[in-house]
């Protein structure tokens, strides 16, 4: 919708007020979320600098204008100013860039009524207390001004430094004023009519549909009254200015300095013989500035700030359109990386048999109490001891048995060194496949730390792993799940483990009677052996389960629930070490990429997206 042709001239100024300040918070908020999508800063652009330095302050507020002298460098701006003001109030200069900073004069009592700093803002504001204060050369962004009795209660004006100025720091502080001003004097000379500089200066203000009176200052009359059109109408083709006013003043440097300048008005167009009628008297220029339509100027500024706002092309839509297409890049290149199955591990060691089977069964001892717990205490205590001589005699026969923790270490390193390499492999692929988001993120990651530091890295890591203690605690885990789950069953071991307790001492005074202590020497030893023969027999889904120490056959009901658990036991080993892995990989390789690539590909999604079309939808309805 092209806000600026809308016939009405009344805008709901309440509610278009509350829109506005809602857009400005989400649109806050939207900039601070979309970070990751690395788009340009709001700040900068034309739009958003209309809507923080302009429809932010002035629509909160009642009507009033702000009206700023503009132009080029040495052509008579402050002598317009002075004009204006009543006085000589603004340094004039013939040498050339003589205002650095802007002044201001406001109606009496104006600072008391308004927040001076909100209609200006990026100022520093400071009482005009001397005339030459504004030629002070300073890198701060400073704005002096000065109460003024003779201006309407709800008429500002400016004098503003060179549009033209090869200090690019004027032009910033030329185009904070641009945002704030509803209405530009644009004072022109033959010299300064078609500069680039103040041309592009005035298309982005006919763009805003700013009110703009022209004052040709330094003619020659009578001799440019057959000129000054020529200059003006290629002015006006090529800025799109259409001046609400027209004047010429002629080069008189006394009349300026004693603020005697005649400036006589000019109708435009021309008339039909292409001529412009002569007006021989002269005009007051703040009479006629006073006496324009107030709330029509204010009306039509503001509707050319919201019509810049609501630009599809140029305004927040735009913008919108921006964040919603970087957005779909990074989902692009989030399905890329998902896609790909960088690592695929089949082959995961188990952990020990015989290791599980020992912290099940430490599980068991110390989960006992009573004399169920003391029998078995002090016949495991026996047997150990009386296995002694056989440990001894088979070590001697058969050698020293590996250590299973170093051979589950050993394991896990290969299979991991094997994933690693594979994982580098597939990120070299992926950043030759040509995503522009993906490629510059995947050779980042190649050319962090060296292989070398990360298998060290690894290694270190694996030889502080302590397997006993991760089984521990994998075990507790699991049989206290076990013990929640399946209520009745535990219940129904732990009778069994005290039968078995029960039977003990009969098992040794047999022993004794047929062969002494030996006999349960050995008896305990081959009990121990098939403990661990059942469980791997268990692992391959063959066999019967061991409870502590009490055997239960494969006929039995519990044993396809003891199995299942078992299995379920050694997954969650499984799974912890891998996740372990994985863990590993994120902080030493892949970092936060994908992390930041799903956030990034979600900004669409969030409540401040929603929050931003939602406020552009309800103006767009507010202006229709």
């Known amino acids: 919708m092209d806000v600026s042709t809308r016939q009405n001239t009344t805008i709901p100024f309440a509610a278009c007020a509350a829109e506005v300040r809602r857009l400005a918070a989400a649109l806050a908020a939207l900039e601070q979320s979309s970070a990751v999508l690395q788009i340009p800063q709001l700040s900068g652009r034309e739009w958003y600098e209309s809507l923080r330095r302009k429809l932010i302050p002035q629509l909160a507020d009642e009507p009033y204008i702000v009206a700023a002298v503009v132009g080029g460098t040495n052509i008579g701006k402050s002598v317009v100013f002075n004009h204006l003001a009543g006085g000589r109030i603004s340094a004039s200069s013939p040498l050339a860039s003589g205002t650095r900073h802007p002044v201001c004069l406001v109606p009496a009592g104006f600072e008391t009524r308004h927040d001076l700093s909100s209609v200006f803002q990026g100022f520093s504001l400071s009482a005009w207390t001397e005339p030459d204060a504004a030629l002070e050369d300073c890198p701060e962004h400073r704005l002096f001004w000065k109460s ?159 019509a810049q706002l609501l630009s599809p092309q140029e305004g927040a839509p735009a913008y919108l359109d921006e964040v919603r297409l970087r957005s779909a890049s990074f989902q692009d290149a989030a399905r890329l990386l998902s896609k790909q199955e960088l690592i695929r591990i089949d082959n995961w060691p188990a952990a020990p048999v015989n290791l599980v089977v020992t912290h099940i069964r430490e599980w068991w001892r110390t989960h006992r109490s009573g004399w169920t717990r003391t029998i078995h205490d002090v016949y495991g205590t026996l047997g150990s001891g009386l296995l002694w ?16 923790r170093v051979a589950y270490r050993e394991s896990e390193r290969k299979i991991m060194l094997l994933a690693i390499d594979t994982l580098y492999s597939e990120l070299t692929r992926l950043s030759q496949l040509g995503n522009d988001l993906l490629r510059p993120r995947l050779e980042a990651l190649l050319a962090g730390a060296s292989r070398a530091e990360l298998l060290a890295k690894l290694a270190a890591a694996l030889e502080a792993l302590d397997v006993d203690q991760e089984l521990s605690r994998v075990v507790g885990a699991q049989m206290q799940l076990f013990r929640e789950e399946n209520p009745s069953t535990f219940g129904m071991f732990r009778k069994l483990d005290a039968m078995a307790a029960a039977f003990r001492p009969m098992t040794s005074v047999v022993s004794f009677a047929y062969g002494g202590v030996a006999g349960d020497a050995v008896v305990t030893s081959m009990a121990h052996s098939m403990a661990i023969r059942i469980m791997g027999d268990i692992g391959l889904g063959t066999g019967a389960v061991v409870v502590g120490e009490t055997a239960l056959l494969s006929t039995a009901g519990g044993l396809r629930l003891l199995e299942a658990r078992f299995r379920q036991l050694q997954a969650s080993f499984t799974t912890q070490r891998a996740m372990w892995f994985a863990e590993f990989l994120h902080q030493n390789i892949l970092g936060d990429l994908h992390a930041e690539l799903s956030t990034a590909a979600g900004v669409t999604d969030t409540a401040p997206f929603a929050e931003v079309a939602s406020s552009l939808a309800q103006l767009n309805e507010l202006l229709t």
């Open 148 to 306: 003024s009795p003779e201006l309407p209660p709800n008429l500002l004006v400016l004098d503003s430094p060179d549009i033209d100025s090869d200090a690019e720091i004027n032009w910033l502080r030329a185009d904070h004023l641009r945002h704030c001003a509803d209405v530009l004097v644009a004072v022109l000379t033959q010299q300064k009519y078609n500069d680039a500089a103040v041309k592009r200066f005035f298309r982005k203000a006919a763009g805003e549909d700013k009110a703009v009176i022209v004052v040709f200052n330094q003619c020659q009359l009578p001799e440019d009254e057959q000129f000054w059109p020529l200059w003006l109408d290629t002015f006006s083709r090529e800025t799109g200015v259409v001046p609400d006013l027209l004047y010429i003043a002629p080069n008189d440097r006394r009349a300026a300095e004693s603020n005697r300048l005649p400036f006589y008005e000019r109708p435009w167009p021309p008339g039909a013989n292409g001529q412009a009628s002569a007006d021989s008297a002269p005009h007051d220029l703040a009479r006629d500035l006073s006496g324009m339509r107030f709330h029509e100027i204010k009306f039509r500024t503001l509707r050319g700030a919201l």
């Open 389 to 404: 001589p056989f440990r001894w005699a088979k070590q001697k026969i058969s050698g020293e048995a590996p250590d299973p």
